[in-house]
């Protein structure tokens, strides 16, 4: 096609992927991927105003924390809150049982990962994925109501 459908079919895959809410304080998106040959679908769950309360001086001053998750076939589901402050990263992996004796090789490729790009870590938790982490338990402050839509009668 030409250029009008192309920019609608752009515009559509656009709003398949990402999804903004009014009754949720966090950017959604889903990201298709391919992990050693196989599809996996993952999300992830961004809060913008993370710090919206501390009024950070400069952005790299600003507090960023996102959740993403994905289930990978044969091996399981992975959650991994990521949050920063300038250089510093902390991380928290929740993964398969299969997963977890590798945490210390994990922790150390996530470093230099982390390392190559100019990040320190600044902690990191490795354990065993017991259940879907709650959005709440991720982004704490959209418990307290503070920024999002009450629908509750």
């Known amino acids: 096609g030409g250029g009008e459908p192309r920019k609608l079919f752009r515009q559509l895959v656009s709003n398949l992927l990402l999804n903004k809410s009014v009754y949720l304080p966090l950017e959604h998106a889903v990201i298709p991927l391919e992990w050693n040959g196989k599809r996996v679908v993952s999300e992830l769950w961004l809060d913008p105003d993370t710090d919206k309360d ?22 399981g589901p992975f959650d991994l809150i990521f949050t920063s402050r300038g250089e510093e990263v902390d991380m928290q992996l929740a993964c398969p049982a299969s997963v977890v004796p590798f945490s210390e090789r994990i922790h150390r490729e996530l470093t230099r990962i982390l390392e190559d790009n100019g990040l320190k870590m600044n902690a990191m938790q490795i354990k065993k ?22 629908i509750k009668l």
Not at 56 to 65: H, I, Q, T, V
């Open 129 to 150: 994925w017991e259940k879907p982490l709650a959005l709440t338990e991720a982004f704490p402050k959209i418990a307290r109501g503070s920024t999002g839509v009450n």
């Open 54 to 75: 501390q009024n950070p001086e400069s952005a790299k001053d600003r507090l960023l924390r996102f959740l993403l998750h994905m289930d990978i076939p044969g091996l």
